[in-house]
């Protein structure tokens, strides 16, 4: 049964920074796409940042480029998110989660949550200004 468990969120102050983790059971995604999308009351499920092959290709939305890191752990199946400089409006329920094909980085297909097989239940990061 595969498992993806994050943990690592909290409130922070504007400025802040937090680190997340997300430990995959079950089966190993070291070569496979994981993601960390986030969701805020009100509001769709947005992509965060993508790594789509073993660790070399990170992709992120435009709203967190320079302040976001992903990255990952092929010997944990772990995958991490590094957040610097939060802002209030990265206050959100944040996600991981993989897939189990190939997603290109020169279409959107990462940026899509139903591009992915496996979610793990959500950590709450709240940034107060």
């Known amino acids: 049964q595969v498992q993806l468990v994050e943990s690592g969120g909290g409130l922070v102050q504007a400025g802040g920074s937090l680190g997340l983790s997300c430990a995959a059971s079950g089966r190993t995604f070291n070569t496979y796409p994981m993601g960390w999308f986030r969701q805020a009351p009100g509001k769709e499920r947005e992509v965060v940042a993508g790594?789509?092959?073993?660790?070399?290709?990170?992709y992120y939305a435009d709203s967190v480029k320079g302040r976001f890191t992903a990255s990952r752990d092929g010997a944990r199946n772990t995958l991490y998110l590094q957040m610097n400089n939060l802002k209030p409006e990265d206050t959100a329920l944040y996600y991981c989660?993989?897939?189990?094909?190939?997603?290109?980085?020169?279409?959107?297909?990462?940026?899509?949550?139903?591009?992915?097989?496996?979610w793990g239940q959500g950590t709450q990061v709240t940034v107060s200004s």
């Open positions: 989660a993989a897939a189990t094909r190939r997603l290109s980085p020169s279409d959107s297909s990462w940026q899509r949550s139903s591009e992915y097989d496996y």
């Open positions: 790594i789509l092959w073993s660790g070399s290709s990170t």
